[in-house]
Each structure stands twice: as structure tokens, then as C-alpha cells.
């Protein structure tokens, strides 16, 4: 399953577009604007499955880097300010990775 099986291609290319130049990413934002602030709960856990790159049920900072390459394999990385908030915004319980619960709570807040 791919990411645009779920988002429209033209609302994730808007997404990455919104947020090209280094530390300009704001999840929150990037949520709003691929739409997947409007897809239901099994939706975003989908999408949390395909980002879960490793297949370990969390998000770590490493995979975090890469976020936006996983919506366009041509997107920039993100920087290490940007992963590092992400993961200070996300991570509710402070383990260092981010959960399938602490990512649906983040998209859908």
C-alpha cells in the first residue's frame, strides 16, 4: 500500500511544496495540508503502518528523519531541529519513538 492509495497525490505534492526550504516543516501544518487531518482513525493508522518503515510499531527519530521522502521519494530530509521537535511534539510518553496512538493523537489535535 502506498501513501497516495490514501492521500491525493496533488494534496501530498502541495504538502512537500509548503514546506521545501530547511526547518520550515511544521507537522501539524503538513497533517492540514496533505488532508490527512480529515481521514478517519483506521486511515491514519495506515499511513502510520507505511511510515513505520521498520515495521517495529513505533516511529523512531532515524525514520523521522526521512518523513517527507516516504510521501516523495524526491523530498528533502528533514533537519536535525525539525526531527527533533517532531519527536518533542509527538512523543507523549517520552520513550524516544513515537506510537501508533501518539501519532493518530498528534494528526487528529
Request: overall charge negative.
Amino acid at each position: 500500500m502506498s501513501l497516495s492509495s490514501i492521500l491525493s497525490a496533488d494534496a501530498i505534492a502541495s504538502a512537500i511544496k509548503d514546506c521545501q526550504a530547511p526547518d520550515s516543516f511544521c507537522p501539524k501544518k503538513f497533517f492540514q495540508v496533505c488532508g490527512m487531518t480529515k481521514k478517519s482513525p483506521q486511515d491514519v493508522k495506515k499511513i502510520f503502518g507505511i511510515l513505520d518503515n521498520d515495521g517495529s510499531g513505533y516511529i523512531e527519530e532515524e525514520e523521522l528523519k526521512f518523513f517527507l521522502q516516504r510521501f516523495s521519494p524526491s523530498a528533502r530530509v528533514l533537519t536535525d531541529t525539525e526531527t527533533k521537535a517532531f519527536m518533542h511534539a509527538a512523543d507523549d510518553d517520552s520513550d524516544g519513538r513515537i506510537g501508533v496512538d501518539e501519532f493518530q493523537a498528534m494528526v487528529q489535535s
